[in-house]
């Protein structure tokens, strides 16, 4: 059974500080995503890695994927108000989750 | 498009009772999927369908049945409802190609008594 396990589960930072996110397994994905979910909405998509070692931007968001394609990580660079929110990795055929973390960023 | 639907919103049940949770999508999508979300658990897989006529089970499949008639709708039915299927269900669509975006609805949020 593929599980996807994510840490930290709650992060509280302030606007302008910089995080990262993980989201680890022990097995081999093809591919990762990354959701963002807000409060009362359902998760919507951010990017997917394919390649192991790959490295995706998106504004001020850093998406890698690792080179055994087990594992990716989320980086945010000066953290605004604006990206509070629940993140979520997914991989597999039948799209698992992880349990997500949970960012609050105060002003 | 208004893209992936659910009704109702909101949902408050008697433990016994049963009831549907209506998906539907516009996308012309294959593949539809059935969600629980649980605080601290992230989503959990119930039922899915690669396309009308074929359902198959998820991770968390017990206590729920589905089907799909046509491609654009994929109900959810709880046949006898449990306080421990209080959730927040969330139904998606995509097509079904790898590493494709899935597309959730607003999820109904279920309060089962």
């Known amino acids: 059974t593929q599980l996807l396990e994510q840490s930290p589960q709650f992060l509280s930072i302030q606007e302008g500080e910089n995080l990262t996110v993980y989201c680890n397994s022990s097995?081999?994905?093809?591919?990762l995503q990354w959701y963002r979910q807000e409060p009362g909405e359902g998760p919507v998509l951010l990017v997917t890695v394919v390649t192991g070692g790959e490295v995706k931007k998106l504004k001020r968001l850093t998406f890698q994927f690792g080179d055994a394609r087990k594992d990716s990580s989320l980086h945010i660079t000066a953290a605004q108000p604006g990206d509070t929110g629940l993140y979520l990795c997914a991989g597999g055929g039948k799209l698992i989750f992880g349990q997500g973390t949970e960012l609050s960023v105060k002003p | 498009n208004a893209g992936v639907t659910q009704t109702p919103k909101f949902q408050v049940l008697k433990t016994g009772q049963s009831m549907t949770l209506q998906c539907a999508q516009d996308m012309n999508h294959e593949y539809m999927s059935w969600y629980r979300q649980d605080p601290g658990m992230g989503l959990r897989l119930i039922h899915y369908?690669?396309?009308?006529?074929?359902?198959d089970q998820g991770e968390v499949p017990n206590g729920y049945n589905v089907s799909r008639s046509t491609t654009e709708d994929f109900p959810l039915r709880l046949l006898s409802a449990a306080p421990s299927q209080t959730s927040v269900y969330f139904c998606a669509s995509s097509t079904g190609r790898s590493q494709e975006t899935q597309y959730f609805g607003p999820g109904t949020r279920l309060l089962v008594l």
């Open positions: 369908s690669v396309g009308a006529g074929i359902t």
């Open positions: 097995s081999v994905f093809s591919s």
